[in-house]
């Protein structure tokens, strides 16, 4: 049965991952919608060497892409690290604890 639990609780975490990056992929394309009046004074966007227009799609794409490195880079640490668990419960009597 704890497998079961695990798989689903691991389910819903990516689902959650999915949304999160989905979310930022909207949230960037409305900014861009939003900031879109201002890129005809030739405003950019950049990363470190790479410059961008601020378009509804190019600040989609880089919310999509920052947010799921993001949470992939920390999604990966967590699961990498819950192999090492060890604080499994044990069986334990419960009518002995009354």
């Given at each position: 049965m704890s497998t079961i639990a695990s798989t689903a609780g691991r389910r819903v975490v990516f689902v959650i991952y999915a949304v999160a990056v989905a979310v930022s992929a909207l949230f960037?394309?409305?900014?861009?919608?939003?900031?879109?009046?201002?890129?005809?004074?030739?405003?950019?966007?950049?990363?470190?060497?790479?410059?961008?227009?601020?378009?509804?799609?190019?600040?989609?794409?880089?919310?999509?892409?920052?947010?799921?490195?993001?949470?992939?880079?920390?999604?990966?640490?967590?699961?990498?690290?819950?192999?090492?668990?060890d604080a499994t419960p044990t069986d334990v009597d419960v009518d002995a604890e009354e």
């Amino acid at each position: 049965m704890s497998t079961i639990a695990s798989t689903a609780g691991r389910r819903v975490v990516f689902v959650i991952y999915a949304v999160a990056v989905a979310v930022s992929a909207l949230f960037g394309y409305v900014l861009g919608y939003v900031v879109r009046p201002n890129v005809l004074d030739g405003t950019v966007g950049s990363l470190g060497p790479i410059t961008f227009a601020l378009t509804p799609l190019n600040l989609a794409i880089y919310g999509a892409v920052m947010v799921g490195l993001t949470l992939g880079v920390l999604l990966v640490l967590v699961s990498y690290a819950s192999q090492y668990d060890d604080a499994t419960p044990t069986d334990v009597d419960v009518d002995a604890e009354e």
